[in-house]
């Protein structure tokens, strides 16, 4: 079992920055791959970005690369999401999750294990 707490989320205005970050306990955390992913109202869940066990390796949504960055710290047993030059579109609610890495498109992990959610909005 492995316990997700996002934090950092809030209102911003466009152009600008936040840091999310998600701190895990539990089982060993190393052992998963971790991603972001966010629900805006009316829409269905998307994968933002995944970091490999290691963290050594990263992937991005098309909307997010070059603006977002995933990072890890296995000895904190915590997982960031930078988010620069944020945008209205942006505007949801990020969640963290932990999965088995299956495969290199992580979209097709086995996330077993999610946070609550934090709300992040980007006003225009």
């Known amino acids: 079992q492995v316990q997700l707490v996002e934090s950092g989320g809030g209102l911003v205005q466009a152009g600008g920055s936040l840091r999310l970050s998600c701190a895990a306990s539990?089982?060993?955390?190393?052992?998963?791959?971790m991603g972001w992913f966010r629900q805006a109202p009316g829409k269905e869940r998307e994968f933002v970005a995944a970091?490999?066990?290691?963290?050594?390796?990263?992937y991005y949504a098309d909307s997010v690369k070059g603006r977002f960055l995933i990072s890890r710290d296995n000895v904190k047993d915590m997982v960031y999401l930078q988010m620069n030059n944020l945008n209205p579109e942006d505007t949801a609610v990020y969640y963290c999750?932990?999965?088995?890495?299956?495969?290199?498109?992580?979209?097709?992990?086995?996330?077993?294990?999610w946070g609550q959610g934090t709300q992040v909005t980007v006003s225009s």
């Open positions: 999750a932990a999965a088995r890495v299956r495969g290199s498109d992580p979209k097709n992990w086995s996330y077993d294990y």
């Open positions: 539990g089982r060993t955390f190393s052992r998963y791959g």
């Open positions: 970091a490999s066990w290691s963290g050594a390796t990263t």
